[in-house]
């Protein structure tokens, strides 16, 4: 009844839930405000005390010169604050300051700073949303997509992978948060469904297909991708055997299809600073640490698994029957005809283990994203983050035995910061 306007519900959706975060979405709103305003207060105070470092007092122009010995070494200060200071920081405060570079925020990024009865009537909505009518509203949104109706645009695509991870991303905190009984699997059950992943799966390659690449699309899928892995994981340890069999035998699909093992392996290979946001950064690394996870959880139970590989034919050439064109006439083939000259794909089919996938991840271009990402440890807002790039590095250093990506000049002054 209401399809002719769920491309338009979809937009109010995607403006809606983009810029609010669906985990804290979860928490209770009136005690999670108390904390961000002690938490921007922390910021506040760290940020005066940055500039105080730099700050000259009103009778610096009188000036004052020391002399500061250091083992044989001497040291000649300019400052008043020597005096007082701590000489470390008072040499800390001549250093140039370095000239921060500007961070490239795509579509997806960004915070929303709505007051608390925006939030908690968005929490109310979202919960209600889920339980109610997910399902439906995903089915007939991807149904008109696939049947490429006059009134989907391009952007949809986007927006629809975007509002399927958000509130995918809600249920699984919301369900850790007040149980299991309350939040059943079949609210989502939409995203499991077989005409789902590979439609996923095709707009990502499409996305890194496309020339310019939509990076914003292809993070959207990367993060959507991540959520229903996640969705998996949770259902495989369910009590219920029907969602543990459901959750056995979509990764069986997934990891024999081996589109989704090559796609998390190059967007991690082909991150390049400035091309892509940080935020892209950010689920690249979370879909290679949770993929890599959950895979190895499925392997120890399969022993070898066997992957689908796309291989491209030799175009098949067909001579034209009866009368040569050298004769002056041209047979006119025959769609079949045309449709076998046209390049064709053929899959084959090999056995391959965890330990074989995991040492792909051993590549000189992987470990230099995951230091990049490492580098910016000072801009992390959870634990989560450094656990998973550290996840990522040890797999590389330990578990493969690749230490010699390690070997490299810039990771002495990296091992130094942290």
Same mark, same amino acid.
């Given at each position: ?258 589109? #989704? ?67 002056? #006439? ?80 810039? #990771? ?7």
């Amino acid at each position: 009844m209401f399809n002719p306007w769920n491309n338009l519900l979809l937009e109010i959706f995607y403006l809606l839930f983009r810029g609010v975060n669906p985990v804290s979405l979860t928490l209770n709103q009136r005690q999670k405000t108390k904390e961000d305003l002690k938490n921007l207060l922390d910021v506040e105070a760290k940020s005066k005390r940055e500039d105080r470092k730099h700050s000259s007092s009103r009778h610096s122009r009188f000036g004052t010169t020391i002399t500061v010995k250091s083992g044989n070494e001497q040291f000649i200060m300019h400052s008043q604050q020597a005096l007082t200071a701590d000489t470390t920081s008072v040499m800390d405060m001549a250093k140039k300051k370095v000239t921060k570079r500007v961070k490239k925020l795509d579509e997806l990024g960004g915070n929303s700073f709505l007051n608390v009865d925006a939030l908690i009537s968005l929490q109310t909505f979202a919960k209600g949303f889920i339980t109610n009518c997910f399902n439906r509203f995903l089915s007939s949104l991807l149904k008109d997509i696939r049947a490429e109706r006059a009134k989907i645009t391009e952007k949809d695509n986007l927006r629809l992978l975007f509002v399927a991870k958000w509130f995918l991303e809600f249920f699984l905190h919301i369900r850790e948060k007040e149980g299991e009984a309350t939040w059943r699997f079949t609210f989502v059950s939409e995203v499991v469904d077989e005409t789902w992943v590979p439609w996923v799966l095709r707009r990502m390659r499409e996305a890194q297909d496309d020339k310019p690449k939509q990076w914003t699309e292809l993070r959207a899928g990367v993060d959507c991708l991540t959520q229903l892995l996640l969705l998996i994981e949770c259902m495989s340890s369910s009590k219920d055997d029907a969602f543990a069999e459901v959750s056995q035998a979509l990764q069986h699909k997934l990891y024999y299809n081996g589109e #989704i093992l090559d796609l998390a392996f190059e967007t991690l290979k082909s991150y390049k600073e400035g091309s892509q946001s940080i935020a892209y950064l950010d689920s690249t690394i979370h879909l290679g640490y949770v993929l890599l996870r959950v895979l190895e959880k499925w392997a120890k139970t399969r022993g070898e698994m066997v992957v689908r590989r796309k291989k491209k034919a030799k175009n098949k050439k067909k001579k034209a029957k009866g009368v040569t064109e050298e004769e002056g #006439i041209v047979d006119v083939a025959s769609e079949e005809e045309m449709e076998e000259v046209n390049e064709e794909h053929e899959y084959r089919e090999s056995m391959t283990t965890f330990e074989v996938y995991e040492a792909r991840f051993a590549n000189p271009d992987v470990t230099n994203t995951c230091l990049f990402y490492l580098s910016r440890y000072k801009e992390y807002d959870s634990p989560e983050r450094m656990k998973r790039v550290v996840g990522l590095l040890h797999r590389q250093a330990v578990k493969v035995k690749a230490e010699g990506l390690f070997f490299q000049v810039n #990771i002495p002054p990296l091992s130094q910061r942290l």
